[in-house]
């Protein structure tokens, strides 16, 4: 069973960053690792995406160029780097993992999900 544990949220202003971090245990059996969020009242929806074996990456439009998502395979750790941070990036966000064959940024291939970490960008 994977196990997938968020850190690295917090409050911040709009214009600063936050890097989080997964810790995948054990590292993903799938073909997809990936970061989430969900803000209150809205669904859950894929921010940044990477494959497990090479690192191809998928981001969604509105964090194009202001995060990114890098992970190293041999300390089972994912990150996402979030700069120029915005208010409307408030939420929590999640680490997931699974075996797709579609769309990486959609949340229903995922098989494996972490409880989540806060982030709070004020204006």
């Known amino acids: 069973q994977v196990q997938l544990v968020e850190s690295g949220g917090g409050s911040v202003q709009a214009g600063g960053s936050l890097r989080l971090t997964c810790v995948a245990s054990?590292?993903?059996?799938?073909?997809?690792i990936g970061w989430f969020r969900q803000a209150p009242g809205n669904q859950r929806g894929g921010v940044a995406a990477?494959?497990?074996?090479?690192?191809?990456?998928y981001y969604a439009d509105s964090v194009k160029g202001r995060f990114t998502i890098s992970k190293d395979n041999a300390k089972n750790m994912l990150y996402l780097q979030m700069n120029s941070l915005k208010p409307e990036d408030t939420g929590m966000y999640y680490c997931?993992?699974?075996?797709?064959?579609?769309?990486?940024?959609?949340?229903?291939?995922?098989?494996?999900w972490g409880q989540g970490t806060q982030v709070t960008v004020s204006s």
């Open positions: 997931a993992s699974g075996l797709l064959l579609g769309n990486p940024l959609l949340t229903g291939g995922y098989q494996h």
């Open positions: 054990p590292w993903t059996g799938g073909n997809f």
């Open positions: 990477i494959t497990t074996s090479v690192d191809v990456t």
